[in-house]
């Protein structure tokens, strides 16, 4: 029986998890879970990659320790950020967050040399001020000309282990710098930010192998025999490949997250007028395929309001709470960038209320059901112009990822969306990570056959909106 474990790093934790298939269902467990989060140095707002990279031996210790002798793994993080190396292959620094203020009226900028439609029409992609085009544009000239490679988190952590430099596909469209047509670094962009595309690795595609994990951590940890196989390295796209959707097209997805992306998975981009009008991206997803998705601020800001609350809370008491209230009494627009990273979420939120003229939540459970109420409204309107852009009619709605264990939130995403929502897998990146790997080594056929698995392997709860 072939093992597989699948590293999957959020922005606020990560996790590695060992997959298994028995008798046409795929078995995971959670093996290691650690938290994630940036913190302030050299007047950034930086990641502790070092950190990261210990917690995944860690963890590989753990699964040795559980009789897992040898497994494949791949490697799943957020997107858009980079670590820039040297030419001996040692980092130049820790890599900076996209939630930094360096990029802040970066795109007015930038854009005043191209304008924001031409860098639509060439990139397809949304205009966020996160975007590694607007990073790099905002990076620091005397580090860029020592760095010899530019890696992004799930490759540089690849390279970390197995000693290969690659730029794994999902992840590189991200960053509002690959071309459509050519899938190439767009050379016009990378003058304009200051960059020869030759800074980057080849490119792999998910389901390339990168090799086994070198020698030399066998010094400092007990490891498992390791080969390290090229996933859709995004975890929104691994998320994507991990919907147990079983219909053709008329289904749409939400990863609930952090982050809160919503879109359909589409053979051709959309980069059209109305695409761009509405800001929708067109991300790479596994095998061919496009995620035409909108990005949203997500639960981010109710992560902001617990740690900016006074008191010790949990998840589960703020949406109780919230529920004892009246949806939709006070809304904010969820992704207006002043709640991208506000010195106080709580005040951030409060101060929209009185600019809007509506009631001021003040307590935990106001604050979380004005949150909630807001993504509802926000997926509504989304779903909506997905269906005016796309032509399909969306019928059902699979939300994965973490939010898709809130159930009032799931119920009035239901009611306001008029779609069927089917809630879960709550670990969908991880699960869209260990399919790629079985598809490449064969385990399983293809993406379909893996879907088909998901749908007989996890409990997904049916929410439909009421007549």
Same mark, same amino acid.
């Given at each position: 029986?072939?093992?597989?474990?699948?590293?999957?790093?959020?922005?606020?934790?990560?996790?590695?998890?060992?997959? /298994?298939?028995?008798?046409?269902?795929?078995?995971?467990?959670?093996?290691?879970?650690?938290?994630?989060?940036?913190?302030?140095?050299?007047?950034?707002?930086?990641?502790?990659?070092?950190?990261?990279?210990?917690?995944?031996?860690?963890?590989?210790?753990?699964?040795?320790?559980? +009789?897992?002798?040898?497994?494949?793994?791949?490697? !799943?993080?957020?997107?858009?950020?980079?670590?820039?190396?040297?030419?001996?292959?040692?980092?130049?620094?820790?890599? &900076?967050? @996209?939630?930094?203020?360096?990029?802040?009226?970066? =795109?007015?900028?930038?854009?005043?040399?191209?304008?924001?439609?031409?860098?639509?029409?060439?990139?397809?992609?949304?205009?966020?001020?996160?975007?590694?085009?607007?990073?790099?544009?905002?990076?620091?000239?005397?580090?860029?000309? =020592?760095? !010899?490679?530019?890696?992004?988190?799930?490759?540089?952590?690849?390279? &970390?282990?197995?000693?290969?430099?690659?730029?794994?596909?999902?992840?590189?469209?991200?960053?509002?710098?690959?071309?459509?047509?050519?899938?190439?670094?767009?050379?016009?962009? *990378?003058?304009?930010?200051?960059?020869?595309?030759? &800074? /980057?690795?080849?490119?792999?595609?998910?389901?390339?192998?990168?090799? $086994?994990?070198?020698?030399?951590?066998?010094?400092?940890?007990?490891?498992?025999?390791?080969?390290?196989?090229?996933?859709?390295?995004?975890?929104?796209?691994?998320?994507?490949?991990?919907?147990?959707?079983?219909?053709?097209?008329?289904?749409?997805?939400?990863?609930?997250?952090?982050?809160?992306?919503?879109?359909?998975?589409?053979?051709?981009?959309?980069?059209? $007028?109305?695409?761009?009008?509405?800001?929708?991206?067109?991300?790479? +997803?596994? @095998?061919?395929?496009?995620?035409?998705? $909108?990005?949203?601020?997500?639960?981010?800001?109710?992560?902001?309001?617990?740690?900016?609350?006074?008191?010790?809370?949990?998840?589960?008491? *703020?949406?109780?709470?919230?529920?004892?209230?009246?949806? /939709?009494?006070?809304?904010? !627009?969820?992704?207006?960038?002043?709640?991208?990273?506000?010195?106080? *979420?709580?005040?951030?939120?409060?101060?929209?209320?009185?600019?809007?003229?509506?009631?001021?939540?003040?307590?935990?459970?106001?604050?979380?059901?004005?949150?909630?109420?807001?993504?509802?409204?926000? @997926?509504?309107?989304?779903?909506?112009?997905?269906?005016?852009?796309?032509?399909?009619? =969306?019928?059902?709605?699979?939300? &994965?990822? +973490? +939010?898709?264990?809130?159930?009032?939130?799931?119920?009035?995403?239901?009611?306001?969306?008029?779609?069927?929502? @089917?809630?879960?897998?709550?670990?969908?990146?991880?699960?869209?990570?260990?399919?790629?790997? *079985?598809?490449?080594?064969?385990?399983?056929?293809?993406?379909?056959?893996?879907?088909?698995?998901?749908?007989?392997? /996890?409990?997904?709860?049916?929410?439909?909106?009421?007549?």
């Amino acid at each position: 029986m072939k093992r597989y474990i699948a590293v999957d790093i959020g922005a606020s934790s990560g996790r590695l998890v060992h997959g /298994f298939l028995n008798e046409g269902k795929l078995i995971t467990e959670e093996i290691h879970r650690f938290e994630n989060g940036f913190q302030k140095a050299d007047n950034h707002d930086r990641w502790n990659i070092d950190e990261l990279i210990r917690e995944i031996f860690v963890g590989l210790e753990k699964a040795k320790e559980k +009789g897992i002798d040898e497994a494949y793994l791949g490697i !799943d993080t957020w997107a858009v950020d980079y670590v820039m190396i040297r030419e001996d292959g040692e980092k130049v620094a820790d890599p &900076v967050s @996209y939630r930094d203020k360096r990029t802040n009226n970066k =795109i007015e900028e930038l854009t005043s040399h191209l304008e924001k439609e031409y860098i639509y029409e060439k990139t397809g992609i949304q205009f966020l001020e996160l975007n590694t085009l607007y990073q790099l544009y905002a990076e620091d000239r005397e580090l860029l000309k =020592i760095a !010899d490679k530019i890696l992004f988190i799930p490759d540089y952590i690849g390279y &970390v282990l197995t000693g290969e430099k690659t730029t794994e596909v999902t992840n590189a469209s991200t960053t509002q710098m690959l071309n459509l047509s050519s899938a190439l670094f767009d050379e016009e962009l *990378m003058d304009l930010v200051g960059v020869s595309k030759d &800074v /980057f690795a080849p490119f792999a595609n998910p389901g390339k192998a990168l090799g $086994k994990v070198l020698d030399k951590w066998s010094d400092h940890y007990d490891l498992p025999a390791i080969e390290v196989i090229s996933v859709a390295s995004h975890d929104t796209a691994s998320a994507v490949a991990g919907i147990p959707a079983t219909s053709k097209d008329d289904w749409a997805y939400l990863s609930s997250g952090t982050w809160s992306l919503i879109g359909v998975e589409s053979p051709v981009p959309v980069n059209t $007028k109305a695409a761009y009008h509405h800001n929708f991206t067109n991300e790479r +997803g596994v @095998y061919g395929t496009y995620r035409i998705l $909108k990005n949203i601020m997500g639960l981010w800001m109710v992560q902001e309001v617990r740690g900016a609350y006074l008191q010790d809370i949990s998840f589960a008491e *703020m949406a109780r709470q919230a529920d004892e209230l009246d949806y /939709f009494t006070s809304v904010v !627009d969820v992704n207006d960038t002043r709640f991208t990273n506000p010195d106080d *979420m709580i005040e951030e939120i409060q101060l929209a209320c009185k600019e809007t003229d509506q009631p001021v939540p003040e307590t935990i459970g106001e604050l979380t059901n004005c949150i909630y109420s807001s993504l509802a409204i926000s @997926y509504e309107t989304e779903l909506n112009n997905i269906e005016k852009i796309t032509g399909k009619e =969306i019928k059902h709605l699979h939300i &994965v990822g +973490g +939010g898709s264990n809130l159930e009032r939130l799931n119920e009035i995403t239901a009611e306001r969306t008029r779609t069927t929502v @089917y809630a879960g897998p709550d670990e969908s990146s991880a699960i869209g990570n260990l399919l790629v790997q *079985m598809i490449a080594v064969e385990d399983i056929r293809d993406l379909q056959e893996g879907r088909e698995i998901l749908s007989r392997s /996890f409990d997904i709860k049916e929410y439909k909106p009421k007549k």
